[in-house]
């Protein structure tokens, strides 16, 4: 009876842990032309792109904001960190990026300087 509940656990574990890392995997790359993105970290962690500024505004954590990866910048230590698409948003107003997009992970949203109207969808994530 005892040794029935331990493998039960055993198998439930197992199988949490399956679904864990098969539900945070992602089939995102990036793109076979990268963009380069400029990076200013003098101006509260500023990316700069098409002579726009996009400013950080909340983070959040898992795939589920994810979009198409559009390129990358380089951190501090020289580090790629990927720049995406926010699901379900022009990246002439939105952008993410994140430090690996094969995991679940915390990243940054960033909004384009000038954006006033926060999407209901990301509302939860955004704290300025």
Known sequence: ?????????RGA???SII?????CGSQRKLPDNPIVFEY???DDATIIWNNKEYIACGIFTGT??????????NDQTN????VCQLKGHSEEDW????LALENCNEGVIYKE??????????????NF
């Open 1 to 9: 009876m005892i040794k029935n509940k331990i493998i039960s656990i």
């Open 40 to 42: 200013d970290y003098a």
């Open 95 to 98: 952008l993410i990026d994140t």
């Open 113 to 126: 300087k000038s954006v006033t109207l926060i999407p209901d969808d990301i509302k939860e994530y955004v």
């Open 13 to 15: 574990l197992f199988l």
């Open 19 to 23: 679904l864990c890392l098969t539900s």
């Open 79 to 82: 580090d790629k960190v990927y």
């Open 64 to 73: 589920k904001l994810i979009g198409n990866c559009l390129g990358y910048y």
